[in-house]
């Protein structure tokens, strides 16, 4: 059974630094690729960072968020500095087979997911 358990969520000021990991079970890792969404209150569930062949970011959150994984501890990471109140939501890491067609961009391109940790920005 594949599990994605987030953690590392809080209350943090505007300006502050949060990391949030992903720890995977029941998947081969490395096989995989990751992604992390989020979703505020009354908002779709939006893209934030894919680590696929490359890395890529939301333009909200570029130069701020950094993805890293680590195989050999079956976690993904994502180091999120400069934040703001505009980045409070539940955030939500998922896994995609490795080679599949689709955009990763959207939810659907993603096979598993966690079950979100909140992140909440005060101004």
């Known amino acids: 059974q594949v599990q994605l358990v987030e953690s590392g969520g809080g209350l943090v000021q505007s300006g502050g630094s949060l990391r949030l990991s992903c720890a995977a079970s029941?998947?081969?890792?490395?096989?995989?690729?990751m992604g992390w969404f989020r979703q505020a209150p009354g908002k779709e569930r939006e893209f934030v960072v894919g680590?696929?062949?490359?890395?890529y970011y939301a333009d909200s959150v570029k130069g701020r968020f950094t993805i890293s994984k680590d195989n050999a501890k079956n976690t993904v990471y994502l180091q999120m500095n400069s934040l703001k109140p505009e980045d409070t939501a539940v955030y939500y890491c998922?896994?995609?087979?490795?080679?599949?067609?689709?955009?990763?961009?959207?939810?659907?391109?993603?096979?598993?997911w966690g079950q979100g940790t909140q992140v909440t920005v005060s101004s």
């Open positions: 998922a896994a995609a087979r490795r080679y599949k067609s689709g955009n990763f961009y959207y939810r659907g391109y993603y096979d598993y």
């Open positions: 029941g998947l081969t890792f490395s096989r995989y690729d």
């Open positions: 680590s696929i062949s490359n890395t």
